[in-house]
T-cell receptor, first 111, second 113 residues
């Protein structure tokens, strides 16, 4: 059974204070690891897909990296508008189209 | 470009009343479609998914049902709502196949009183 654990559950940063969110996973044959951003009262917004260890993707102040056991979402010099819940999900080669989601990390960036 | 619509945005219903939530996708064909529920402070719970018209898989036993009458239309229904059905309902789509990201709709906030 695929498993995803995100840490920390909540993170408070000052504007400009860089940090990383962790997504540890167990999956049989990784087909994809996904990062989403979710604002309160809205649907998750897709950020990145990573497929293999060593892969990295960037978007503005966000950079996602992947190893065989975990993924990190690095946030460089965050701004208050980066405040949101960040969700990680994995899809394995179990034959279904169903990703397994973590519970998310709630990020608050103070001005 | 692809877009996904859900309606209504919010809904307040009495216990025992029926439910119908609708989701439509534009700009793509043969998508995988999904219904999730998100309770406050909890993760996403997959309710149903569909890989084609009339093909529905249920992930959890409950008093909800889903239908896919058209390629890009996904409907979540209930004959009699329970208090425990309250939550944030999300529809999502992905390209047919595996290893593909999901794209979520804006969600429906359902409150059962």
């Amino acid at each position: 059974e695929d498993q995803v654990t995100q840490s920390p559950e909540a993170l408070r940063l000052q504007e400009g204070e860089s940090s990383s969110l962790n997504c540890s996973y167990t999956v049989s044959g990784l087909r994809g690891l996904f990062w989403y951003r979710q604002d309160p009262g809205k649907g998750p917004e897709f950020l990145f897909t990573l497929y293999s260890a060593g892969e990295e993707k960037e978007k503005e102040r966000l950079k996602a990296t992947l190893t065989k056991k975990e993924s990190f979402l690095h946030i460089t010099a965050p701004k208050p508008e980066d405040s949101a819940t960040y969700l990680c999900a994995v899809q394995g080669s179990g034959g279904s189209y169903i990703p397994t989601f973590g519970r998310g990390t709630s990020l608050i960036v103070h001005p | 470009s692809q877009t996904i619509h859900q309606w209504p945005a919010t809904l307040v219903q009495p216990v025992g009343s029926p439910l119908s939530l609708e989701c439509t996708v534009e700009g793509t064909s043969n998508p995988n479609l999904y219904w999730y529920r998100q309770a406050a402070g909890r993760g996403l719970q997959l309710l149903f998914y569909s890989v084609g018209i009339g093909q529905i898989s249920s992930e959890v036993p409950q008093n909800l049902s889903a239908s896919r009458p058209q390629d890009r239309q996904f409907i979540l229904s209930s004959k009699k709502l329970l208090l425990s059905d309250s939550g944030f309902y999300l529809c999502a789509w992905s390209v047919l196949g595996t290893g593909n990201e999901q794209f979520f709709g804006p969600g429906t906030r359902l409150t059962v009183l």
